[in-house]
């Protein structure tokens, strides 16, 4: 199988369920957007991090595939059965942050991203994540997204900043926190 297929070449690309759209469709910048937040979080998992955390990644890293599926699918014509988000994946972040949060010093100050490369490519991820999350909402206002995708993406940024913070603790770099020139 060849990876090209020239039938991209004017533009227009095919979801699936086979309907042809523009490339700068809203549907593709959300699915676009969510396989650029996997190469992030791909990023994140090769660095020096605990297997714990690598595992956790792997695990978003395929939930990811799923919900670029599932915003790759057009609701109208797809026929394929495509894997779908459970409330467990919401429930892992979830205990993930609170697990985290419970060896972290409370929260004072907004964090400004920076500290080491692991820590800014968390912060990155998480912009990312914002992102995708943004475009799938404004999508869901045009057309059918299930509500847990959503819901994923925006604990998935948090769950994101949360690991920042666990970073920088364990490597015991200060936390960079904003105090507002007044």
């Known amino acids: 199988m060849k990876i090209y297929t020239k039938t991209g070449d004017k533009g227009l690309t095919s979801l699936i369920g086979g309907t042809r759209v523009p490339k700068y469709d809203l549907r593709i910048e959300a699915y676009g957007t969510v396989d650029e937040l996997n190469s992030y979080i791909g990023l994140i998992r090769d660095q020096e991090i605990t297997a714990h955390d690598k595992e956790i990644l792997k695990q978003i890293q395929d939930r990811l595939f799923t919900i670029g599926a599932s915003l790759a699918a057009d609701p109208e014509r797809s026929k394929m059965v495509i894997p779908d988000l459970h409330t467990e994946d919401i429930d892992l972040l979830e205990q993930e942050m609170d697990s985290m949060d ?14 080491d490369n692991t820590i800014s490519f968390c912060h ?15 999508l869901a206002e045009e057309s059918k997204v299930d509500e847990k995708v959503n819901i994923y993406l925006n604990r998935l940024s948090d769950y994101l900043f949360v690991l920042s913070r666990k970073v920088a603790n364990e490597r015991n770099v200060p936390e960079n926190e904003w105090i507002p020139r007044v």
């Open 124 to 138: 990155i991820a998480r912009c990312v994540c914002r992102r995708a999350e943004r475009l799938s909402v404004h």
């Open 102 to 115: 419970a060896q972290l010093p409370p929260l004072r100050h907004f964090i400004l991203p920076g500290g």
